[in-house]
Antibody, heavy 121, light 108 residues
Framework: QLQLQESGPGLVKPSETLSLTCTVS??????????WGWIRQPPGKGLEWIVS???????YYNPSLKSRVTISVDTSKNQFSLKLSSVTAADTAVYYC?????????????WGQGTLVTVSS | EIVLTQSPATLSLSPGERATLSCRAS??????LAWYQQKPGQAPRLLIY???NRATGIPARFSGSGSGTDFTLTISSLEPEDFAVYYC??????????FGQGTKVEIK
């Protein structure tokens, strides 16, 4: 079954760039005609969609974050990656990557377990 | 931007009771709405998609209804494992997404 795993630094300094990678196992990123996504959740708060990417490289961004977000896909490694620049404390959150569902696309399912990124000096 | 408003913020119920959660969209999203369940320390899990379809493996006590701007998630008889936070999500302008702010179902 499909599994997703986020990886990257858990601590980032203010004004620097947050970088995370999502590694997909049990299936191929290229096998879905739908979009993969990054979603974040500040501690104790709700979910915020950040960006979506297709294996072809097509992307869609949350307008509120677009100017700071870069997303890429590496089909040879079965990974997609997120960069968020000029981070502040408001970017502290659990960051999730998510897959389009195999039976209920384009909805997200499953998700990775999430990784907490703290922005602090 | 489409805004999703969930109500109530918190629902206090006992096991065996019926739970009714609401999600209202600021403009029509047709039937392009899903519900997710999130337990503490876990990632969200897809429960209902396209307003009324149960995702794979989801028990029949979960049901979704609605279209346009008003949607409901019903849990017919709460099991202990159903106490969690529930989020709605819309995709009417897919592949852009919006989430509601969540409803916490807690044990009374």
């Amino acid at each position: 079954q499909l599994q997703l795993q986020e990886s990257g630094p858990g601590l980032v300094k203010p004004s620097e760039t947050l970088s995370l990678t999502c590694t997909v196992s049990g299936g191929s990123i290229s096998s879905s005609s739908y979009y993969w996504g990054w979603i974040r959740q500040p501690p104790g708060k709700g979910l915020e969609w950040i960006v979506s990417i297709h294996y072809s490289g097509s992307t869609y961004y949350n307008p509120s974050l677009k100017s700071r977000v870069t997303i890429s896909v590496d089909t040879s490694k079965n990974q997609f990656s997120l960069k968020l620049s000029s981070v502040t404390a408001a970017d502290t959150a659990v960051y999730y990557c998510a897959s389009p569902s195999s039976t209920a696309a384009p909805w997200f399912d499953p998700w990775g377990q999430g990784t907490l990124v703290t922005v602090s000096s | 931007e489409i805004v999703l408003t969930q109500s109530p913020a918190t629902l206090s119920l006992s096991p065996g009771e019926r739970a009714t959660l609401s999600c209202r969209a600021s403009q029509s999203v047709s039937s392009y709405l899903a519900w997710y369940q999130q337990k503490p320390g876990q990632a969200p899990r897809l429960l209902i998609y396209d307003a009324s379809n149960r995702a794979t493996g989801i028990p029949a006590r979960f049901s979704g209804s609605g279209s346009g701007t008003d949607f409901t998630l019903t849990i017919s008889s709460l099991e202990p494992e159903d106490f969690a936070v529930y989020y709605c999500q819309q995709r009417s302008n897919w592949p852009q997404w919006t989430f509601g702010q969540g409803t916490k179902v807690e044990i009374k």
